[in-house]
């Protein structure tokens, strides 16, 4: 009888463990068609561009014979298909293959240019999230009242200052006239060299060999660019808050929850504001991973040796090796990122399972 | 909305604790401290260098085999070789300096010397085509560069050439003597170290080479036990400045000591500061315009004759160059032996318009100028296009990157460029003449797309001829000289597609506290004398 209930349970456990397991393959397969897309197509646009790179490596004056000689070195005179396949083999085993302008392999440099992005983009998100939305919340709950259209300016402002602009005056201010921060780099120039290098993550690594001086040199580099971008981001998520709280507000519930006798501070935080989160979280998601991709304004007004300026002196230069692998990782962040939403989203409302 | 205040009035001392006043900047006294764009430093290998950036690095961690006095350009002075001869048959002889050691801390003997400019060649990169000039190539140069004993290096002759243009070239970074014990260690399928020496280095100068982070940062350390004595600075630091204010913003603050490639607004303005001092090395190559005379129009003499006319040199020169460049006339600049003067450029557009008008074109033409889309070729282009246009010839500007410029001038398939020769300095009339002047071989597959006249598909057998007889004279530089005016002479004469605009300068800020940075006009600036005053 045991072993009858026992089979009878089985086939539908079975089935349900399968549908788990095939739909998780469903999904890999979708991402990794998705990114095999996404490296074919970088490439092929990439080589169809009129963009040859051999100039870049030799300079203009070089004579032929140099010239033919780098470019058949750089695999640059096989068919694109062939140089493809070339590629994928090679990214098949790990290896993204050598950057064309100065020979150093591309994986080297993206570990070196990406934690400075990284470490850029999570102080700006936290200064961006950790003001943006109450500054938000604030508005919405204020609406047509000073408060609102103040917190409305500034994101207008926000929206539509050029940011280099904001960078280049923002130098001009705080660290020339006033020198309340440090200038270009992520950390005055002589403190280099000084912690040794372990996560990439200077602030971090500062802290880590315990040297309060390259920390404090770290953090007054960081502080400034995190924060013009950070006004850029405010700007956008402050204007989201305030309209999916607005939206919040308007609710019968909301009306209930006052007419219960809930505090106007419960009622907007614990009531409203717990229902905007899952829209926030995907929001604050995007806006991160739109950070991740490089600031190139942000990092060529300071000097700030990260993602997108690496990836855009690629570009122009139609370094391909690494224009696709940055495209990958980029691919990645977003897919990771959507993962990391998907994982909060079930933490913030219980119904999504 | 109390919390709310509370809030900002928290952000508010977390932004005030951060932005703490940094005391007023000041680099330290044993560090140098230098900002450049280094979008053009992409390999640290001498014999495979093409920029100014590259140059400047590779200068501080090798040493030439002779070097240029700073202070007197094209005066030659002892690198690693302590004296030299000329022998009858041009055959130069070279004594190395029995104090000289690598990095390693080996003693440099001639068969170093010989490796390394054997390297050269073999490599077949940048530095092949320059040995070439003198009739070296791969087959040869193990006879002909040879170590006579520990202590002499042995160059002898391939072709007849003037032995001062090769003691001159051997102060650049072409002329660097590398470690090969070093490179050995390091080499991969036989490729003489080029994969490591890219981004690293094994050579003898005064500095040793910590880090190259490509568009980031160089960090250099001194080398102590230098053997021409210890290096003032314990570091120098380089970093990448691609935006020139912030560079400008630097230097006035304090945190920077030397700038390079600023523009020309941040020029005039740190020109006003007492605490920097503006230097401009002049004459590393020229601006020019040039034609292609595959094109119907300008492969008419007459054509080329009068669109000379309708230039305003002087114009350009003070509005457009200013700070990038300095008037020039023709290719052999005035400080140069072999400079005529009053010949070449004149602006006269009464005459532009005649001439014109004689060969027919009184109504003008179209054409398209090739144009880089950086400052200060896209303001020359445009004011070339202004000029001409009054001249009737109707003129389209395509900007571009280098490849998008370069690149069909190099392919002959174009109408009208303008550009840059990038050569390091060039002290004699030879070098000026061979890169803008010569053309041997005008077939298009001869590919010579490093000469400007081949570019212009233009040839004078004649040119060539008193150019090969100049570079063959040994022994009389009188003769040399004379042959190669009479080479610039003919050229001009013949109504040349190629036109100098302006010689290139290259200005650099430094800091009033620096003592002994002395700019060298072959970017072999040395960085081991500069000292800081407080």
Redesign the interface.
Known sequence: MVNQVETAISPAKRRLGLRKYSRFGGSLASVLTTLFLLVLLTFIIGRLM??????????????????L??KQELGLNLPVLQQFWIFLKNLLHGNFGT?L????PVME?IA??LPATVELATVTIILGA??GI?LGV?AA?NRGRFADHAVRLIALLGHSTPIFWIG?VG??L???K????????RL???Y??IVPNVTGFLLIDALLAGDMEVF?SA??HI?LPA?VLAYASIAYISRITRSFMLEQLSQEYVITARAKGVSR?GVIWLHAFKNIRVQLVTVVALSYGGMLEGAVLIE????W?GFG??LT?AL???DMNVVVACTLIIGCVFIALNVISDLLYKFFDPRIK | ?P??RA?LTG?AVL?AA????????R??QD?L?IGMNM?NL??LDPHNA??YESYHVIANLYDTLLRSDPNTPGKVVPGLAKSWTVLPDGTLEFTLDERATFQSGRKITAADVAYSFQRAVKL???A??YY?NWGYDAANVDQKFRAKDDRTFVMEVATPVAPSLKLNALTRVYGAVLDREVIAKHEKDGDMGR?WL??NAAGSGPFTL??W?????V?LSRFDAYWGGEPKMK?V?V?????S??ER??L??G?LDVGFQLVSADIDGLAKNPNIVIDRLVGSGFYYLIMSTKDPEFAKPEVRRALRYCINYKDINDVVMKNYGTSATTFIPADIPGYIPDIGNVYDPAKCKQGLADAGYGEGFSKQLLSLNSTPYADMATAIQQNLAVAGIKVDILTG???????PM?DRKFQLGV?R???SAQTDADGWLR?HVYNPDNKDDA????LQAWRASFELPDVNKLMDEAQAITDNEAKRVELYKQALKLFEESAPPIIPISQRVDPYAKSARLKNYVGDIGWMTRWDRVEKQD
């Not at chain 1, 302008?101 to 150093?104: E, F, H, V």
């Open positions: 009129p963009i040859d790179p051999v100039i870049a490596v030799v300079g203009p004056d070089a004579d032929q014979a140099t010239y000689k780098v950057t302008l100065t020979g150093r440099d070196r240019v950790g003001i109450p604030y709950v280049m130098l001009m705080f660290y020339a006033l020198g309340w921060v440090g200038g270009s780099g005055d120039l002589f280099e060299d404090w953090v007054t502080v924060s501070r060529t007004v300071f000097g040796p300026q690496y002196n122009v230069i139609g | 909305m919390h709310f809030c952000a932004i951060v932005t703490i006043n940094v005391a007023e900047a680099t330290p560090q401290v979008v992409t390999t093409n920029s077949g990169l940048l092949r085509a070439a994969g890219a981004s910590n880090r982070n490509p568009n980031d940062i960090v570091r630091l970093r990448h400045l691609p935006e204010q912030t913003l630097q006035e603050k945190d990157n280098g490849d998008q410029t370069y690149g190099r550009g020769t990038a050569s890169t590919n010579l797309s490093n």
